[in-house]
């Protein structure tokens, strides 16, 4: 791949890069100008019925496909259903699975630095949306970027093949259904699934709410969220890419997870990844919030301490006052009023003092319970490691010895 260091946009390229550049926006303006042969074939309830369809099915393989499964892993598939997802997702043309994740995965490395493929931030809200697709610098894929996904051979074919589904697909809907068919029904549901992808990249970088103080831009975006069935919930997303659901509350609709959730229920995916408790709340780790609280307890105690000296010493002092007041015998019943008094605040004090050591061992006994637990962890791992590395170590001596004979 050439130099990406230059900033985006066309006035960046070369002059051939322009030509090419060119080229491919009187494609893309030519395949927007075919939706307009409607106006010949005429429109039917069927062929919107089918465009509805397939712009569903296909937003739901684009955002449980391209983006949740091939660009971040966020669950698992077996290498059949991994097929049918990559095909599925092909059928939006949006090039090859392997394009798709590795210029995804460059974006959440960059998020709206200046070598983000697509930033708002740098390159305007035109080339975030689209423009960034004809600049033949992106052209190819950076296969490093994807070597987990590489090393299926049927899935480095399907990418390399990338126009066969929505070749076969368009060919499919013109047999069953006839021009019209192909125009609304595939055609349609194609330029409107591009588009409302593409809001990903500018929209969802620009309008909505920011829960969580990302890097980047991110929002979310409820409107975007149904369109785009979950992948609104962008700012969510760049806190936490590691998980299969982008909306990580009730009311953040998330349509691609409840459909994964239920196949997953069906045995179709599995180990669907969630986001830890702490990242949804946006706080730290739990180490970090435990090793907080016991300062802040260590605090609390020493202050505890020095409350209860000073109540003391302010009583004694006032009792001494007292007793040298003449007319002593007469206050015996105020000296013990103010004796209970302070009998009593102390009492109270002893109870929350009481509290707070529980709070603290309770604590403590977590954090040595964790400890233990995660050296038990290490130890394990260390084992199995050693294990394994026996185990590869005689299978090469076999290998080995089978090539000397
Ligand atoms: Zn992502
Ligand atoms: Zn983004």
Redesign the pocket.
């Known amino acids: 791949m050439s130099n990406h260091s230059n900033a985006p946009g066309y006035v960046s390229l070369d002059e051939n890069g322009r030509r090419v550049f060119r080229y491919q926006i009187i494609r893309f303006a030519l395949l927007h100008a075919i939706c307009l042969l409607a106006y010949f074939t005429g429109v039917s309830a069927t062929d919107l019925i089918l465009c509805g369809v397939l712009y569903l099915v296909r937003m739901f393989f684009i955002t449980a496909g391209y983006h949740r499964y091939f660009s971040h892993r966020t669950f698992k598939l077996n290498r059949v259903m991994q097929f049918l997802f990559a095909f599925g997702a092909e059928t939006s043309a949006q090039k090859g699975v392997l394009w798709w994740a590795a210029h995804h995965r460059h974006?959440?490395k960059h998020?709206d630095g200046p070598e983000d493929v697509h930033s708002v931030r740098h390159g305007g809200f035109l080339w975030a949306h689209m423009l960034w697709l004809f600049d033949p610098r992106w052209e190819g894929t950076d296969t490093d970027r994807v070597k987990d996904l590489t090393k299926y051979p049927e899935i480095v074919w399907i990418d390399k093949h990338w126009l066969l589904p929505p070749v076969a697909l368009g060919a499919a809907v013109a047999m069953v259904f006839g021009w019209s068919g192909l125009i609304v029904g595939f055609f349609w549901s194609t330029i409107l699934c591009w588009h409302v992808t593409y809001t990903?990249?500018s929209l969802?970088?620009v309008w909505g709410s920011r829960r969580y103080e990302t890097e980047?831009d991110?929002r979310n975006n409820f409107l975007l969220a149904l369109l785009t069935l979950g992948e609104g919930w962008?700012n969510n997303?760049?806190h936490y890419q590691a998980s299969a659901n982008q909306g990580f509350f009730w009311w953040e609709i998330d349509i691609s997870y409840y459909t994964l959730w239920f196949m997953s229920k069906i045995g179709l995916v599995s180990d669907l990844r969630r986001p830890p408790r702490h990242l949804v709340e946006g706080k730290p780790h739990p180490r970090v919030q435990l090793k907080t609280l016991r300062k802040e307890w260590e605090h609390m105690s020493k202050d505890y301490a020095a409350g209860v000296d000073q109540i003391r010493a302010q009583a004694n002092e006032r009792l001494m006052a007292l007793s040298n007041t003449e007319g002593c015998e007469k206050s015996e019943d105020t000296k013990a009023v103010i004796l209970t008094r302070t009998e009593r605040a102390e009492a109270f004090l002893e109870e929350l003092a009481i509290d707070l050591s529980v709070l603290g061992s309770e604590a403590e006994t977590k954090l040595d319970q964790l400890q233990k637990r995660f050296s038990e962890l290490k130890v394990q791992a260390e084992e199995n490691l050693a294990t394994l590395r026996n185990q590869l170590g005689q299978e090469l001596d076999a290998y080995e010895l089978t090539l000397s004979r």
Do not use: E, F, L, V
């Open positions: 974006h959440h998020s990903i990249n969802a970088h980047d991110s962008h997303h760049h």
